[in-house]
Nanobody
Framework: QVQLVESGGGLVQAGGSLRLSCAAS????????MGWYRQVQGNQRELVAT???????NYAESVKGRFTISRDNAKNTVYLQMNSLKPEDTAVYYC??????????????WGQGTQVTVSS
């Protein structure tokens, strides 16, 4: 059974920092691309950052230079360090892992989400 458990969300003032963590179980963590997504109620879920098994990084333009994704394969944990937070970063943040089926279809796993609120 796959479980992704996020933690570290909260309320912070603009300009502040937060560090999100996602502990994974039930997957071969070291071989997976891990990601962080976020969603504002009423909007689509959007990509924030991903990190491949080899350490390749990808960021949304809106967070480049402010957010850093990293992973610790020994702890089966992926992190998102968020600096210089802005009110528009307010959202529920979700941890993601996925696999591709033999039919080349993507199947996603999601955590329960953690709320990040940035006050102005």
């Amino acid at each position: 059974q796959v479980q992704l458990v996020e933690s570290g969300g909260g309320l912070v003032q603009a300009g502040g920092s937060l560090r999100l963590s996602c502990a994974a179980s039930g997957i071969t963590f070291s071989s997976k691309t891990m990601g962080w997504y976020r969603q504002v109620q009423g909007n689509q879920r959007e990509l924030v950052a991903t990190i491949t098994s080899g350490g390749g990084l990808n960021y949304a333009e809106s967070v480049k230079g402010r957010f850093t994704i990293s992973r610790d394969n020994a702890k089966n944990t992926v992190y998102l360090q968020m600096n210089s937070l802005k009110p528009e970063d307010t959202a529920v943040y979700y941890c993601n892992a996925y696999y591709m089926t033999i039919w080349n279809t993507r199947y996603d796993y999601w955590g329960q989400g953690t709320q990040v609120t940035v006050s102005s």
